[in-house]
Nanobody, 128 residues
Framework: QVQVTESGGGLVQAGGSLRLSCTTS????????MVWLRRTPGNERQGVSC????????AYADFVEGRFTISRDNAKNTVYLQMNSLKPEDTAKYYC?????????????????????WGQGTQVTVSS
């Protein structure tokens, strides 16, 4: 049984930082490109970042603007999202997702994309 578990969310003031972690079990972690996406208070699904199976091809949404860094440790089956200079508009529930067909190459996110494996999400709230 595949499990995906996010952690690290919380309440932070604008300009602050958070580091999200996502640990998986039950899948061969280094077979998967991993994606962080978020669901906004307006219920919009947005792709945040993606990282290839060996750490290559990190991709970011335009709204990240150099503030976030994605990384992974395959020995720990864990992917991270370091978020700096947080803004109130970053308030959302953040999800770590994976799918055998997901790829960080090219157009890596579409709101209609389906993902086989999801975590429960971790809430990030940025106050102004």
């Amino acid at each position: 049984q595949v499990q995906v578990t996010e952690s690290g969310g919380g309440l932070v003031q604008a300009g602050g930082s958070l580091r999200l972690s996502c640990t998986t079990s039950g899948l061969t972690f280094d077979d998967f490109d991993m994606v962080w996406l978020r669901r906004t208070p307006g219920n919009e699904r947005q792709g945040v970042s993606c990282i290839g199976w060996s750490g290559e091809n990190p991709a970011y949404a335009d709204f990240v603007e150099g503030r976030f860094t994605i990384s992974r440790d395959n020995a720990k089956n864990t992917v991270y999202l370091q978020m700096n200079s947080l803004k109130p508009e970053d308030t959302a529930k953040y999800y770590c997702v994976a799918d055998p067909y997901a790829s960080c190459s090219g157009s890596w996110f579409d709101p209609r994309d389906e993902y086989a494996y999801w975590g429960q999400g971790t809430q990030v709230t940025v106050s102004s």
